[in-house]
């Protein structure tokens, strides 16, 4: 069982940044892949960014490709989003989540952050 909580979340200008921290719980952090998604309001939750499990290998969604990093360490059983030119419709609740087995469906999620971007 892995347990997962988001922080960072809040309101800023377009433009501004904001970093996302998802702590997982348990000793088998770094045997998840870890991703983060998002869902805006009166939409579907839609894929944002993954890493491996070494972190060697990321993936990004074209809206966010260039703007968003993500990261992770593994001593801190952490995963991180930093978010840079932040835009209004990047307006949603963010979560992260855990895989397993790549291209199997995630098998953990966080309770979610919200991160609201003004114009």
Known sequence: QVQLVES????????????????????????????????????????????SRSGGITDYADSVKGRFTISRNNAKNTVYLQMNSLKPEDTAVYYCAAQRTTGLSYDYWGQGTQVTVSS
């Open 8 to 51: 960072g979340g809040g309101l800023v200008q377009a433009g501004g940044s904001l970093r996302l921290s998802c702590a997982a719980s348990g000793r088998t952090f770094s045997s998840y892949h870890m991703g983060w998604f998002r869902q805006a309001p009166g939409k579907e939750r839609e894929f944002v960014s993954r890493i």
